[in-house]
């Protein structure tokens, strides 16, 4: 999910609608936008499907404030509708709240349930209204102090952002596991999940929020507040190797170097006898020129993308992936006939998309198929908001490399080791990838075990 928002712009929410476009890679399924305006009032819009088609002028012009938050959503089976499309709005007597978060709590049924004992109603299944309703619960005269209390009782990955009528408040998990940095913009200032939505808007990138961070934004400017002394720098494999933008900077190293480097790593680590080397657009694009620049095989643009397609990973349904795979790449004939292939993606998660790959490359003549994958084999389901499915849906699951190899029809499988994947930062951050080790960072809940 994306999360942006904006402090000290006079039209907020033409801000926040470009700031969207930059994020809406990390979701297609929702989108919403709230402003306070000059008098303290709410204002706020959402809908179902991409930012384009839910805003326009005269719904942003209704929208008029100075300070504003927003967000890209991506559904999963259980987290889809309306109800559940953030920013969300809690009244409270010591001022409203507006809320929106990426990521997961591994703890949220245990939260959920000592809320519910306690009397209190949620009508959603997000961890923003949990996280809202631990604020409301805490006393302090001070917010600061109820929004600290409330994130040390939060176990898992997040982001999140929070609006009062007059502050942001931008925190991040003390294991940095989601990313989230913060901008200046003229006079004010931008929070975002990726610093891609900065450039779109003329923002320029000031730093990351820190794990276990909460960085405050007001008329007084910018002030950080540590929440935890417990921290971690764990942040997401995934982000640098699917999710984020390949012009994104997190944690100090940027997702477009991280992806030739981990191809290079790759080809290292996985040669292939070929002559030619295709990476799946778009997200394994840089992969594939890492690994034809330390190979020495040409690189091609073999498989084209009909961009007018959602992403396959996170539309919610099965069906709706695999019918996506099939509407959204082409090869090309004339590139790939007779060749033998090198097949750079970024992650098998199911296998649905890279098995019909294969099929198409090889009903384009292709003579060859060896598919290599700039990330370790998923073995193991996230607990921390990425839809990465059940344990017993992954291919790799209780399969060998070569089961999993048979399974989509290539002639060779090969993948990068987790130590490949970590060198490929550069050192700049270590990395969760307790989907492909089942070494989670936080501790887990009977749920999840
Ligand atoms: S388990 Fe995998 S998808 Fe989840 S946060 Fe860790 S690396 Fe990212």
Request: charged share 25%.
């Given at each position: 999910m994306g999360i942006f928002a904006v402090f000290g712009a006079p039209k907020a929410s033409s801000v926040i609608y470009y700031g969207l476009h930059g994020l809406q890679h990390r979701g297609q399924e929702g989108a919403g936008i709230a402003v306070f305006d000059e008098n303290g009032k709410y204002l706020h819009h959402k809908g179902l499907g991409l930012i384009s088609e839910i805003f326009n002028e005269l719904r942003l012009d209704a929208l008029e404030g100075h300070i504003g938050m927003g967000t890209t959503q991506y559904a999963n089976a259980d987290r889809g509708g309306l109800d559940n499309v953030q920013p969300l709005y809690f009244h409270h007597k010591g001022g409203d709240l507006c809320i929106a978060g990426d990521g997961n709590l591994v703890n949220g049924p245990e939260i959920r349930e000592f809320l519910e004992n306690r009397g209190i109603i949620l009508h959603s299944s997000t961890d923003s209204e949990l996280l809202a309703n631990l604020i409301k619960k805490e006393h302090s005269e001070d917010r600061i102090f109820n929004i600290i209390r409330a994130l040390n009782m939060m176990e898992g990955g997040f982001a999140f952002i929070i609006m009062t009528r007059n502050r942001i408040y931008a925190c991040r998990d003390k294991y940095g596991i989601k990313p989230l940095c913060i901008g200046k913009l003229s006079d004010g200032y931008v929070v975002s999940s990726e610093s891609c939505a900065f450039e779109l808007i003329g923002a320029t990138f000031v730093r990351d929020v820190q794990p276990g961070e909460v960085v405050t934004i007001d008329e007084k400017g910018m002030r950080c507040r540590d929440y935890s002394q417990f921290k971690r720098r764990m942040m997401?494999?995934?982000?640098?190797?699917?999710?984020?933008?390949?012009?994104?900077?997190?944690?100090?190293?940027?997702?477009?170097?991280?992806?030739?480097?981990?191809?290079?790593?790759?080809?290292?680590?996985?040669?292939?006898?070929?002559?030619?080397?295709?990476?799946?657009?778009?997200?394994?694009?840089?992969?594939?020129?890492?690994?034809?620049?330390?190979?020495?095989?040409?690189?091609?643009?073999?498989?084209?993308?009909?961009?007018?397609?959602?992403?396959?990973?996170?539309?919610?349904?099965?069906?709706?992936?695999?019918?996506?795979?099939?509407?959204?790449?082409?090869?090309?004939?004339?590139?790939?006939?007779?060749?033998?292939?090198?097949?750079?993606?970024?992650?098998?998660?199911?296998?649905?998309?890279?098995?019909?790959?294969?099929?198409?490359?090889?009903?384009?003549?292709?003579?060859?198929?060896?598919?290599?994958?700039?990330?370790?084999m998923m073995t193991h389901p996230c607990y921390y908001g990425v839809d990465t499915s059940t344990k017993e849906e992954l291919l790799c699951n209780g399969r060998t490399l070569e089961e999993a190899c048979k399974e989509i029809g290539a002639d060779s499988l090969g993948y990068i080791s987790p130590e490949g994947s970590r060198a490929s930062t550069f050192g700049c951050s270590d990395l969760c990838l307790a989907c492909f080790t089942g070494e989670y960072a936080t501790d887990l809940y009977k749920n999840q075990q």
């Amino acid at each position: 999910m994306g999360i942006f928002a904006v402090f000290g712009a006079p039209k907020a929410s033409s801000v926040i609608y470009y700031g969207l476009h930059g994020l809406q890679h990390r979701g297609q399924e929702g989108a919403g936008i709230a402003v306070f305006d000059e008098n303290g009032k709410y204002l706020h819009h959402k809908g179902l499907g991409l930012i384009s088609e839910i805003f326009n002028e005269l719904r942003l012009d209704a929208l008029e404030g100075h300070i504003g938050m927003g967000t890209t959503q991506y559904a999963n089976a259980d987290r889809g509708g309306l109800d559940n499309v953030q920013p969300l709005y809690f009244h409270h007597k010591g001022g409203d709240l507006c809320i929106a978060g990426d990521g997961n709590l591994v703890n949220g049924p245990e939260i959920r349930e000592f809320l519910e004992n306690r009397g209190i109603i949620l009508h959603s299944s997000t961890d923003s209204e949990l996280l809202a309703n631990l604020i409301k619960k805490e006393h302090s005269e001070d917010r600061i102090f109820n929004i600290i209390r409330a994130l040390n009782m939060m176990e898992g990955g997040f982001a999140f952002i929070i609006m009062t009528r007059n502050r942001i408040y931008a925190c991040r998990d003390k294991y940095g596991i989601k990313p989230l940095c913060i901008g200046k913009l003229s006079d004010g200032y931008v929070v975002s999940s990726e610093s891609c939505a900065f450039e779109l808007i003329g923002a320029t990138f000031v730093r990351d929020v820190q794990p276990g961070e909460v960085v405050t934004i007001d008329e007084k400017g910018m002030r950080c507040r540590d929440y935890s002394q417990f921290k971690r720098r764990m942040m997401c494999g995934m982000e640098y190797i699917y999710i984020a933008r390949p012009d994104s900077d997190i944690d100090g190293c940027n997702v477009h170097a991280y992806r030739m480097e981990s191809g290079r790593i790759l080809a290292r680590e996985c040669p292939a006898d070929a002559d030619i080397v295709v990476g799946v657009p778009d997200s394994s694009l840089s992969a594939a020129m890492g690994y034809s620049q330390q190979s020495g095989l040409p690189y091609e643009m073999g498989l084209i993308k009909n961009r007018y397609v959602a992403r396959t990973f996170i539309q919610p349904l099965q069906e709706m992936r695999e019918r996506g795979v099939v509407m959204k790449l082409s090869a090309v004939r004339s590139i790939v006939n007779g060749k033998r292939i090198v097949l750079v993606d970024d992650s098998i998660v199911r296998g649905t998309t890279i098995l019909k790959i294969i099929k198409i490359l090889r009903n384009a003549g292709a003579a060859a198929v060896h598919v290599r994958i700039a990330s370790p084999m998923m073995t193991h389901p996230c607990y921390y908001g990425v839809d990465t499915s059940t344990k017993e849906e992954l291919l790799c699951n209780g399969r060998t490399l070569e089961e999993a190899c048979k399974e989509i029809g290539a002639d060779s499988l090969g993948y990068i080791s987790p130590e490949g994947s970590r060198a490929s930062t550069f050192g700049c951050s270590d990395l969760c990838l307790a989907c492909f080790t089942g070494e989670y960072a936080t501790d887990l809940y009977k749920n999840q075990q």
